[in-house]
């Protein structure tokens, strides 16, 4: 390259460089314009205040060590009921179709 050519790239790259830092400028100028143009918006709570203290009255209820939690009303068996299997209840979900099912593994 000779030193005109370098001298004409060399300002061809500085007015490009001036002209998008230019254009920036006045992309941020024209923002906070804008900014400054808009009524102020007000943000929106997103917790609820604080609660003052619960009741003096209100006391948790006493725990006993070694005791049983009691429960209302008492837990389900999770086999299911017989009766019900007699008198024809469907299970809740149909057994897999036979493509479905997976062969068994081979040991090595």
């Known amino acids: 390259m000779s030193v005109d050519n370098r001298k004409h790239v060399y300002r061809k790259d500085l007015l490009l460089a001036f ?4 254009t920036g400028l006045v992309m941020s100028g024209v923002s906070l314009i804008e900014l400054r143009a ?8 997103t917790t609820p205040p604080l609660q003052s ?3 003096e009255d209100t006391k948790p ?3 006993k060590p070694g ?12 086999r ?9 209840a469907q299970p809740v ?16």
């Open 19 to 22: 002209a998008l830092v230019v």
């Open 38 to 45: 808009q009524k102020p918006q007000h943000m929106a709570q």
């Open 53 to 55: 203290s619960p009741p």
């Open 61 to 63: 209820a006493e725990s």
């Open 67 to 78: 005791g049983e939690r009691p429960t209302t009303p008492p837990p389900e068996p999770a």
């Open 80 to 88: 299911p009921d017989t009766q019900q299997q007699k008198q024809g």
């Open 93 to 108: 979900l149909p057994p897999a179709p036979a493509e479905k099912v997976a062969p068994p593994i081979k040991e090595k």
